[in-house]
């Protein structure tokens, strides 16, 4: 049994699908409620979370958070870790990306490292402040990055002291959004060969092979993330039921591969500042 268990993270709407891709996507708060709990049943630990505003578009807005979240725990407490995002998707600009996460002084966070960092988003020191908030506030703070050039980039900004050392959880995105895409496990190797072994990664991969990156993630000692943001439909390419389908299809799977799965409970563990400091 390998030692460390394995995150599962369900990424249940995503910023663009709609009920009109699947009519059990969940885009209100109490549907986001009840496939929160679902999902936990089936082994997930941490909820990937969109929220859309009264019209269906993305939001980031504070409110429509707290909406979602206020729902999410009362359908399943403490048992699941919430992770907001600061995804863009066309409508935000960096600014209003970072002062959300400040406001809610969330349990945990994604970024996509190359929304913040680009040409005319954030200068270094903006962004080195901004990073060291989040590991001041104890934000559980997972980094997006989309190819080998991103992981690159991330060990450079680390390099010169943009990124202060810390607990962060990188995130290896196989794929985009493109109509037809199917990734395949092969595209994470680019990522592997560019990483440097300091922080722990997991993988989301767009289309129906989503399971199968999945697993060879978790067999090169990775994490996983799944859902409906980024696939629809399960190993056998039939259509999803439901997003906790997604996920049990991986939980189960995992016992060949000598995984077990972490608990909400764990991942905050894993994440805190004394497991940092010990070298984990």
């Known amino acids: 049994m390998n030692d460390e268990p394995l995150i599962l993270t369900v990424a249940p709407n995503g910023a663009y699908k709609s009920t009109s891709d699947h009519a059990a996507l969940p885009i209100t708060p109490e549907a986001l409620a009840a496939t929160a709990r679902a999902c936990l049943d089936a082994g997930a630990a941490m909820l990937h979370l969109h929220v859309r505003q009264p019209d269906g578009q993305h939001s980031l ?12 725990r009362a359908a399943v407490g403490q048992s699941l870790v919430i992770q907001v995002t600061t995804e863009a998707a066309g409508r935000y600009a960096p600014p209003a990306q970072m002062a959300v996460v400040r406001e809610l002084r969330p349990e945990a966070v994604s970024v996509g490292l190359r929304e913040l960092d680009r040409p005319g988003g954030t200068d270094l020191g903006t962004l080195a402040a901004f990073f060291g908030w989040l590991l001041d506030a ?45 990734s395949e496990p092969a595209d994470l190797l ?13 993988v989301c991969a767009f289309g129906a092979s989503e399971q199968r990156c999945a697993l060879a ?3 090169l000692g990775g994490h996983v993330r799944v859902g409906f943001e980024n696939n629809l439909r399960l190993a056998d390419g039939a259509l999803a039921p439901d997003n906790a389908a997604l996920v049990r299809q991986v939980a189960q799977a995992l016992p060949l591969l000598g995984q077990r799965l972490t608990t909400a409970d ?9 497991f940092w400091r010990a070298g984990r």
Not at 141 to 169: E, H, K, M, S
Not at 190 to 202: E, G, I, K, M, N
Not at 266 to 274: K, V
């Open 61 to 72: 807005r504070a409110d429509d958070y707290r909406a979602a979240q206020s729902a999410i």
């Open 138 to 182: 104890g934000v559980m703070t997972q980094v997006i990055l989309y190819d080998a050039a991103d992981v690159a980039r991330w060990n450079t900004l680390r390099a010169q002291g943009v990124v202060p050392p810390g607990p962060w959880f990188l995130l290896f995105v196989l794929g985009r959004y493109h109509t037809g895409q199917t």
């Open 190 to 202: 680019p990522f592997l060969q560019a990483w440097d072994s300091a922080h722990p990664w997991a």
């Open 217 to 219: 993630a978790a067999a």
């Open 266 to 274: 764990e991942l905050r563990a894993r994440f805190s500042g004394p």
